[in-house]
């Protein structure tokens, strides 16, 4: 997986945990992008794909929030959020990336698919 970039200003952090996942086809997994010191306004959830700018999914804003597009679903809890990925297909391989006003995390998923087998990593 690729580590993509991670802003911070001044004492504001966000780190996803785990910052990198390989997957195979199915295999469902979640991380965490958690927060510290930043006035909360709101935490957004973005995907890119490879060679393509960052794509906005969604914005959680309240405390058990929970929003879902295709087979990715957050949840907002306090000072982080948990990102799950429901049994992921080769069309869900890109990096995802979450952000706080203009702070974002490193990309936490990104799939390749394997030409011989035709499963995912």
Not at 48 to 68: A, H, M, N, V
Not at 74 to 89: F, G, I, M, Q
């Amino acid at each position: 997986c690729l580590k993509m970039f991670e802003w911070l200003h001044g004492e504001d952090q966000m780190e996803q945990s785990p910052e990198t996942l390989r997957l195979q086809e199915g295999e469902s997994s979640s991380s965490n992008c958690s927060y510290r010191d930043i006035s909360f306004k709101g935490l957004h959830e973005y995907r890119q794909d490879l060679g393509k700018g960052p794509r906005f999914l969604f914005s959680l804003y309240s405390i058990g929030e929970e929003k879902q597009k295709n087979r990715l679903r957050a949840t907002l809890l306090k000072k982080e959020s948990s990102v799950y990925l429901n049994a992921p297909k080769p069309e869900d391989s890109a990096t995802y990336l979450c952000a706080v006003g203009a702070q974002f995390s490193p990309g936490y998923c990104i799939l390749h698919q394997k030409p011989a087998s035709g499963a995912l990593e």
